[in-house]
């Protein structure tokens, strides 16, 4: 069940940074739907992102149960790089899901072209570190 569990995590994570990758190709328009889009796509692949090391730690025997744990700890193991941008991208998510200002909203949309790379990367490492078997 755990090893379903993770892969299952993996592939939605993946799925989620290609559908981040789409709207981050958009230029942002003067509605600010692109950036909408952008903050939301954000936050479900931060999501995935906490989710996913959760439970490849849980096929290893360690429980976590809290975000900045799983992302601690997924950087212990050499599963992220730079620990501070990846604590940066969870203050932002926080940001984007309980306040709503349009100029935070530029701000983080701007951050979150810069964060992509490093997701992207993380999700290769995580993922060719731990080929499915099956």
């Known amino acids: 069940m755990t090893e ?12 989620a940074l290609d559908r981040l990758g789409e709207v ?11 950036i ?6 954000f936050e479900l692949t931060i999501e995935l992102f906490w989710k996913t090391p959760k439970h490849l730690l849980a096929r290893y025997g360690r429980d976590v149960t ?10 212990a193991a ?19 899901s309980h306040t709503y200002r349009k100029e ?3 701000e983080i949309y701007g951050r979150i072209r810069e ?13 060719d570190q731990h080929p499915y078997p099956g």
């Open 104 to 106: 935070l909203a530029l």
């Open 78 to 96: 050499g599963w992220i790089d730079n620990e501070e941008i990846w604590l940066g991208m969870m203050r932002d998510r926080n940001l984007t």
């Open 115 to 127: 964060y992509y790379p490093e997701m992207r990367w993380a999700y290769i490492g995580i993922r």
């Open 4 to 15: 379903d569990r993770w892969r299952e995590s993996l592939s939605y994570l993946g799925e």
């Open 66 to 75: 809290l975000p900045l744990d799983a992302l601690r700890q997924a950087y």
């Open 24 to 34: 981050l190709e958009e230029s942002p328009d003067a509605a600010n739907y692109v």
């Open 36 to 41: 909408d889009a952008t903050i939301q796509r």
